[in-house]
């Protein structure tokens, strides 16, 4: 924590809301190694000190973290998709492999697009493959943006409410909030998919009865 706070949090109190915006843009773009959540809750714990507002600390990491999950949606989709078509289908195996992988994505692999938030290292190449296998970018935007509202809202909130402890409860607060989101979204991944079996059967036996 210690290295965090000499690393990336000077660097915020210096220069404030733009060093936040930038770090979140690039971090998020996987340009640079940056403890994203440890950097909202330290933006949260300057705000209970004064040095920054609730709502502009939350608009600026917001806004910077959808830039740079929009950015990374367009590189994986101009760049990403067209190199694999044409490189990737000289290799018929691999070609194949990565179909099935884009079409899994299509259907439940977008899920994890507001769940990768919470997982280091997996948010920043949700967005590229989402762009890579073409998810439309209406559905991307949605789940992109909405998880990126309650990401930054959820850890900027939490700073602020653990203020001067935040050092010392971060670890533990995240490793719980992290367990349960996880929960949450198997329990719901689980139900959805569930529920669609179902009624594909129903659907199957109407059409067979009909």
Known sequence: MEDFVVQFGSYVSTYGYAALFGLFLFGLMGLLPVPE??????????????????????????????????????????????????RLKRF?????????????????????IPIGYFIPGVRQYTAYFAGITELPFRIYAILAYLGGLFWTTLFVTLGMVLGDNWAKLFE????????????????GVSIAYLV?????RKAGENINHG
Do not use: N
């Open 172 to 187: 533990m607060a995240i490793k719980k909030i992290t367990v349960v989101i996880i929960i949450v979204f198997v329990v």
């Open 37 to 86: 959540e440890t950097l909202l809750v330290f933006a949260g714990f300057l705000v209970s000190t004064g040095e920054l507002t609730y709502l502009s600390t939350l608009l600026v990491c917001y806004f910077g973290s959808i830039a740079g999950m929009t950015a990374a949606y367009w590189i994986g989709y101009k760049l990403g998709h067209p190199f694999i078509e044409k």
């Open 196 to 200: 669609h079996r179902f009624r594909k």
């Open 92 to 112: 018929e195996k691999g070609y194949r492999v990565y179909k099935k992988t884009e079409e899994w994505f299509q259907r439940f692999g977008k899920w994890a």
